[in-house]
C-alpha cells in the first residue's frame, strides 16, 4: 500500500470515528421499570441524561424495591445504548465484517 493510500484510509478512519462520536452524543435511549413508574433516558454514550420516579412508588418502608427499580430502568437503558451503538457502528461499516467490533 502506498502511502497516499495509507493517509487516504487514516483520514476516512478519523472521519468515521467523528461521525461516531457525534451519532452516540445524539442518540437518545429511554427504558422504564415497574409498569413506568421509573424512567431513565440516557444518551448513546451511556450517560443518563434524565431519571422520572412516579411519587406513587416513593415509600420509606420499601426503599429496596425503589432501589430496585431505578436499577433496572438504568440497565435497560444502557443495554438500549448498546444496541443504537452496534446498529450505528453497523451501519457506518457497510456490512464490513471486522471481528470484535460490532
Known sequence: ???LQMREMLANAQKMQEDLKSKL???????????????????GKKQLLALRIDASVVDPRDVELLQDLVSAAINEAGRKADDAMQSGIS????????PGLV
Not at 442518540?27 to 413508574?37: C, K, L, P
Not at 451501519?91 to 471486522?98: A, T, Y
Open 91 to 98: 451501519g457506518m461499516l457497510g456490512g464490513l465484517n471486522i
Open 1 to 3: 500500500m502506498n502511502p
Open 25 to 43: 452524543e445524539e442518540t437518545i435511549v429511554e427504558a422504564s421499570s415497574g409498569g413506568g413508574m421509573v424512567t431513565a433516558r440516557m444518551n
